[in-house]
């Protein structure tokens, strides 16, 4: 079972030029997307996390559903669902602004336990910035390495969010030691202002790094260094693209059999390649469509 811990919220996509153009809400979140490209995927997934009673929290509850998500843990709340309004540029980026002020995934409180057969857990995005449930997350995220869980971490930095930099920098370099898998993107590599070698001597056993459509790479903390180019594709916009390479790699490695440090050091330049060229596949075809759209099984075929 992989454990997916954070926000689930509503994007709403403008659906042609302008930023009020013609606004569609869209199930979203980055956790969230990941859970649900998971369960397409078919890995065993269960949904850590707080949602409204609203018709939004209901409407988010159902995507899960439909990809096969466990939702038994997931904690209900009055308050509203956290709104995320994207505007996308001409090459299909999206940026955010976010009404996040008394919204349920932020009263998010730390399980007493987790799932017996949980193998991974996966944390990112708004949940580890939105107090007071950024520590619960925090607090999950020490417990579960303390256990022995493998753990993975994309940070998906959404600056609007952070008040003050510096802060978030310390508190993440804070949480490396209790990261198996690092990923991110070239963009918050930037901002976070370290290096793949900085990050791997802190704790973590692999740092994937992300260049959008230039493809991913990977370093380990033997000092290996694997890439694959990104699959051209027609880009309709890129809303959900990290979020499928981290269930991708999180998937790839449960085939594998490769999720504990240990494991992603043997992986080697084969195992690697194919775990990244499978990311690149997914990634690649939810930015083909329209939102976060992650692939299917049947779509990917075999890894």
Partial sequence: MIVVAGEALIDLVPQGPGALADLKPALGGGPYNTAVAL??????????????????GEALLDGLRGAGVDVSGVQRGTEPTTLAVATIDGSGSAAYSFYVEGTADRLFTAPAVLPADTRAVSFGTCSLVLEPGASAYEELMRTAARQGLFTALDPNI???????????????????????LLKLSAEDAEWLGGTPGEWLAAGPAAVVVTRGGDGLSVFTRDGAEYSVPGEKVAVVDTIGAGDTVNAALLHGLSALDALSAD???ALGTEGWTRLLRFAAHAAAITCSRAGAEPPYAAELGEL
Avoid at 41 to 52: A, D, E, I, N, V
């Fill in 158 to 180: 959404r600056a609007g969010l952070i008040p003050d930099a510096d802060a978030y920098r310390a508190r993440f370099k804070s949480w490396l030691p209790s990261v198996t």
């Fill in 39 to 56: 369960g397409r995927l078919g890995s065993p997934t269960t949904f850590c996390s707080r949602t409204s009673h609203d018709a939004f």
């Fill in 263 to 265: 494991a992603l050091a």
